[in-house]
């Protein structure tokens, strides 16, 4: 339990350390953040494909598995659909940021439910070293994630102190969620493996719907590929330290 609640806690947590550089830079270049986008989009893929569903099919089997992925693509886009999504490319009307505050918080806190679920799923699965690396990968894509979000508060003329307490904030309910997930599964084994496709699930519709296309549509496709190779390779890597 103590080492769910470090590993959900370092992840949730990530958000705030990739809000950090607004301490010192202000803007991010869109091909830094391209790129950037695209190495996590890389290690989510990884993470899922060569962590979650094979664990998934040892824990439950293959319905497991095919249920489980459904039902996270599809929790994933419902949440999508109905509730406000940060763009700050193509959302200027959330420019006046003490008026919106309140919306936007809310909808990344239940943006960040799915993911901390996927962790603590991840910890209560047999393989232990399932855990850690699905911390990295939830991690990893949320230094850029925490890092857009207060760049984009910043620009809406929030304080610094501003965009890392709701960096914070956001990583705290990810946590909250991970431990929600982590008891839910140990007090039911035999939804260990639906969960971790769930988590699977979800991870590969943020990729594609998200991440990708976010990742390309700039004019930086080239350096944005080899990003996501090497985010892909960066998690192999991790899987054999761990494995």
């Not at 509730?83 to 940021?97: C, R, S, W």
């Amino acid at each position: 339990m103590e080492t769910a609640l470090l590993g959900s806690f370092l992840s949730a947590m990530a958000t705030v350390l990739g809000a950090v550089p607004i301490l010192f830079v202000r803007r991010l270049s869109e091909r830094w953040k391209d790129i950037l986008v695209a190495f996590t989009a890389g290690i989510m893929v990884s993470a899922s494909t060569f962590g979650l569903m094979p664990q998934a099919i040892n824990e439950s089997g293959i319905i497991a598995l095919t249920l489980g992925l459904i039902t996270g693509v599809l929790m994933l886009d419902l949440i999508e659909k109905n509730i406000p999504h940060i763009d700050v490319e193509n959302k200027p009307g959330f420019a006046n940021m003490d008026s919106k505050a309140l919306l936007v918080m809310i909808a990344l806190f239940i943006h960040n439910i799915p993911e901390g679920l996927s962790t603590g799923f991840s910890y209560a699965s047999e393989e232990s070293s399932l855990g850690p690396m699905v911390a990295i990968a939830i991690g990893a894509q949320n230094m850029p994630e925490g890092l857009i979000l207060a760049v984009f508060m910043m620009n809406s003329k929030s304080t610094r102190g501003k965009a890392l307490g709701v960096a914070a904030l956001t990583g705290l309910m990810e946590m909250i969620s991970a431990v929600i997930g982590y008891f839910a599964a140990s007090s039911l084994e035999h939804a260990v493996g639906y969960g971790l496709a769930f988590a699977a699930g979800a991870m590969l519709f943020i990729v594609y719907k998200e991440l990708i296309p976010e990742s390309h549509g700039h004019g930086y496709e080239r350096p944005s590929t080899y990003s996501f190779i090497f985010g892909l390779l960066a998690m192999v890597y991790i899987t054999q330290f761990f494995g």
